[in-house]
């Protein structure tokens, strides 16, 4: 119920010519985690630049349409922008896709997740139970096990010899987490199904595993048994199981998850703080400044003083800066300020 939403009445500037904001001006949302960044690089944007409105809705929720009248306000097409703290759901993008004539959203990353802190975007990371030796595991290697469509060609494993643990030929490969997949994707999960599981037009589908539990107990289950392999956020780790280093391909380098290489965007399952926009958006010109704000130097000083959230890396940061400015009709590159 909208009424159940924190209504911030906030000031952008500088809307410029051709913006065709409505009077109220530029109006969006936040998820609740993200509130209290999105609320300061707002307050400190108003602050340089007074004299432009814009309704910040903050509902309380996951950032999910069904559940969040704000979002779903995003989707329809009655606001121009929305945060997001994962990846987009599939029923919000069918949504987005039925009220833009099949158009998808512009996601453009303006954060990163807190890597290892519960609830902040940590970093997906797959678990194994830590008495096991598999060293490393590559896209191909994670396709085959968690789905039955195998994009990435990799072949059936039966057993941990066919992912390089040779001692361990004959001993099965325990698949946990189904409960994660089964019904309604979890946020982790559709990282790894659209990342990993899937090529760009060509879906990948879960491996059906019934009576393997769900995220809520994954790393206990996979902590007790020595042959189990599962996937949890960096913040949910427990003794008794070990992060795999994942790498993109079966010859490209492992990588750890670690703060440094996740601030660094090398670690695969990293997740990011998303700013979605309508590819026909109004208030063009106050959008770009705002998103241009948040991607400077004080937006990025704000994420470090006043957020669990990681800045961007540089290339990170040019590579958004540069989606803003592709969509809204400006290449200049990114400013100091």
Not at 2 to 20: M, R, T, V
Not at 130 to 159: E, K, M, Y
Not at 279 to 286: F, I, S, V
Request: charged residues 20%; positive net charge; glycine residues 10%.
């Amino acid at each position: 119920m909208i009424s159940s939403l924190s209504l911030l009445s906030l000031s952008l500037a500088l809307a410029g010519a051709g913006d065709q904001c409505p009077g109220t001006g530029m109006k969006g949302s936040a998820p609740i985690i993200a509130s209290g960044l999105v609320s300061a690089w707002v307050q400190e944007f108003v602050s340089r630049n007074p004299g432009y409105p814009v309704s910040l809705l903050t509902p309380f929720g996951p950032p999910v349409g069904a559940l969040d009248p704000a979002l779903e306000s995003f989707l329809e097409g009655n606001s121009d922008f929305a945060f997001l703290t994962r990846e987009i759901a599939e029923r919000d993008l069918a949504t987005f896709r039925r009220m833009h004539s099949g158009q998808e959203p512009i996601v453009i990353p303006v954060a990163g997740g807190a890597w290892n802190r519960f609830g902040y975007v940590d970093a997906v990371a797959i678990i194994v139970n830590a008495t096991n030796p598999v060293r490393r595991l590559s896209f191909r290697q994670l396709d085959a096990i968690f789905s039955v469509t195998r994009r990435r060609g990799g072949p059936v494993t039966s057993d941990w010899a066919g992912l390089g643990v040779k001692a361990w030929r004959g001993r099965p490969v325990h698949l946990i987490g189904g409960g994660a997949w089964s019904s309604v994707e979890s946020a982790r999960a559709l990282t790894i199904r659209r990342r990993v599981l899937s090529l760009p037009g060509r879906p990948g589908v879960w491996r059906t595993t019934s009576g393997t539990g769900s995220e809520a107990d994954m790393v206990d289950r996979v902590a007790a048994d020595p042959l189990a392999i599962g996937f949890t956020g960096m913040g949910h780790l427990k003794a008794g199981v070990r992060v795999v280093p994942i790498a993109k391909n079966d010859r490209g380098a492992a990588i750890t998850a670690t703060a440094e290489t996740i601030r660094a965007a090398t670690y695969p399952l990293a997740r990011t703080v998303d700013l979605l926009v309508a590819p026909e958006m109004r208030c063009k010109a106050t959008l770009r400044r705002f998103a241009q704000f948040i991607l400077s130097d004080a937006g990025e000083a704000i994420i470090e003083r006043a957020s669990p959230f990681l800045s961007l890396s540089p290339h990170a940061r040019r590579q958004s800066w540069r989606d803003i400015g592709a969509v809204t009709n400006d290449r200049r590159p990114p400013t100091r300020r």
